[in-house]
T-cell receptor, first 110, second 112 residues
């Protein structure tokens, strides 16, 4: 049981490049979430998916898109990366009231 | 005003000490409260949920004061392994979306 997995672990992009962050969970959870964490700030919700086939914006959705591919997978896409998107990105899934996090992706945009 | 506020610290304490963290939240409609632990460069992990009557898990005690809208975490007999950042987390809205609001975290350093 791997829990929540994320790929890649590290990524460096140039401004304007695009990429997709992958997330998968094997716990059969309905809800999944994408957060970003910046120094001196708490985790901030980018997008979430309450169930397969639905997605909704969180606190900081601008510059991102998401796809809930199936119950297991929830991807986050940066269409045109900007230096302000340099951050650590965490994916999470939820069981009852508790969220379980993946190991994170450290993204640097130059 | 931030929705969830914590003193970022760091709190530097010797092994064996008792240390307490507080957190305040702004949304009086919040129903779910948690403390998560985050080790350096790792993902957050649930430490404990916080219940209205207060709850204890070994050396850790969590309290909720709804009237004053604050949550506390008490760690007794601190261990070196308790060194981490402790995140105060509150549910962000009514309903079952599971949206959480995170404080920026309080850093604890336990020294030998």
């Amino acid at each position: 049981n791997a829990g929540v997995t994320q790929t890649p672990k590290f990524q460096v992009l140039k401004t304007g490049q695009s990429m997709t962050l992958q997330c998968a969970q094997d716990m059969n959870h309905n809800s999944m979430y994408w957060y970003r964490q910046d120094p001196g700030m708490g985790l901030r919700l980018i997008y979430y998916s309450a169930s397969e086939g639905t997605t909704d914006k969180g606190e900081v959705p601008n510059g991102y898109n998401v796809s809930r591919l199936n119950k297991r997978e929830f991807s986050l896409r940066l269409e045109s990366a900007a230096p302000s998107q340099t951050s650590v990105y965490f994916c999470a899934s939820r069981q009852d009231r508790v969220q379980f996090f993946g190991p994170g992706t450290r993204l640097t945009v130059l | 005003r931030k929705e969830v506020e914590q003193d970022p610290g760091p709190f530097n304490v010797p092994e064996g000490a008792t240390v307490a963290f507080n957190c305040t939240y702004s949304n009086s409609a919040s129903q779910s409260f948690f403390w998560y632990r985050q080790d350096c460069r790792k993902e957050p992990k649930l430490l404990m949920s916080v219940y209205s009557s207060g709850n204890e898990d070994g050396r850790f005690t969590a309290q909720l004061n709804r009237a004053s809208q604050y949550i506390s975490l008490l760690i007794r007999d601190s261990k070196l392994s308790d060194s981490a950042t402790y995140l105060c987390v509150v549910n962000g809205e009514a309903g079952n979306t599971g949206k959480l609001i995170f404080g920026q975290g309080t850093t604890l350093q336990v020294k030998p």
